[in-house]
């Protein structure tokens, strides 16, 4: 069996088919195989069922197969993934992420990804994987941020620290606070939206406030208002759980999408666009705070707006 895993608080209430794809890198087919061969344990007990639930916190082992792919992610050629080290040491990596970089492959986006930037220039994640920080696909990667969202992501350097990580998640010891530009003028100084978000049932790549869905906690705060070109609210907004998708579909649901998201109901008409400058959501994970694993030392680093969005920002009255 490998080192145990811990699941992270993302995938609290998923499949432990999908969880194991998720964490190995391997298809869900090969995932059945391997449940049905008895190859996984949940909490040291074998899974029997592929469609057996889990929950934050929870311990896996695995014991996978021989594969062409084990030697696991293929490091992108030296510099041709663009991100920003804020912070190492030998625990864990701070980096800032543009927007346009995804942080890991999956459907469509087999290369150019975070992960395989952080291989080229951190190689011994890949050895650190395979002992059981992250997975081969995801080498010390302890939370993800969506492609088109800028900003600061953590990274661990050892099966310990990745540990140490996912449980501050799971705990929700660690703080991740974004800005975001929402469509409207919030009326309150500051609030917080407490809804259950999973899967929607019209759109299943789409998330939604739904009852069967699970807990979430979103809290934000007006860091100013602006009337033209359009109604807006820069804000400041902390998340409190850690769902898909879930700033952009709690502050959807209050009435106030971020700026920028098509997805969630945040669309700018082309005109609007073009004055405001603005080709993505306008969400910025700005701030994050932790304990270092091994000193016990609480750390925050903070990142600015990048570029393009602080243009938007000039550009609003």
Not at 263 to 281: D, F, H, W
Not at 286 to 295: C, F, K, S
Request: charged share 25%; hydrophobic share 40%.
């Amino acid at each position: 069996m490998t080192p145990e895993v811990t699941v992270p608080l993302a995938l609290d209430g998923e499949r432990i088919d999908r969880v194991v794809a998720i964490v190995t890198g391997r298809s869900r087919r090969a995932v059945a195989e391997l449940i049905a061969a008895g190859g996984v344990r949940l909490g040291g007990r074998t899974v029997a069922s592929r469609h057996v639930r889990v929950a934050a916190g929870a311990t896996l082992e695995f014991e996978l197969p021989a594969s062409a792919d084990d030697s696991g992610l293929t490091p992108a050629e030296p510099g041709s993934v663009p991100f920003t080290v804020v912070y190492e040491d030998p625990d864990l990596i701070v980096v800032d992420k543009p927007a346009g970089v995804v942080v890991h492959p999956g459907a469509g986006h087999r290369t150019g990804t975070l992960a395989a930037g952080l291989l080229e220039r951190y190689p011994e994640l890949a050895e650190a994987a395979r002992a059981g920080a992250g997975s081969p696909l995801r080498p010390g990667i302890v939370h993800r941020l969506d492609k088109d969202t800028s900003g600061l992501l953590v990274v661990a350097r050892n099966p310990i620290a990745w540990r140490a990580l996912v449980g501050q998640l799971s705990s929700r010891t660690m703080g991740r606070s974004y800005e975001a530009l929402v469509l409207g003028r919030l009326v309150a100084d500051e609030g917080t939206v407490d809804a259950p978000i999973g899967r929607s049932v019209r759109d299943r790549v789409r998330m939604a406030v739904t009852v069967e869905g699970r807990e979430a906690r979103t809290r934000y705060r007006a860091l100013s208002r602006f009337s033209q070109p359009v109604a807006a609210t820069h804000a400041e907004v902390t998340l409190e759980s850690g769902r898909t998708h879930q700033i952009r579909v709690h502050l959807a649901a209050i009435g106030h999408p971020v700026a920028g998201d098509t997805r969630y109901g945040g669309a700018l008409t082309p005109a609007l666009r073009a004055v405001l400058g603005l080709e993505r959501p306008f969400l910025h994970a700005g701030r994050i705070r932790l304990v270092q694993p091994t000193t016990g030392e609480e750390r925050e680093w903070a990142a600015p707006l990048p570029d393009d969005l602080a243009a938007v920002l000039t550009r609003l009255s």
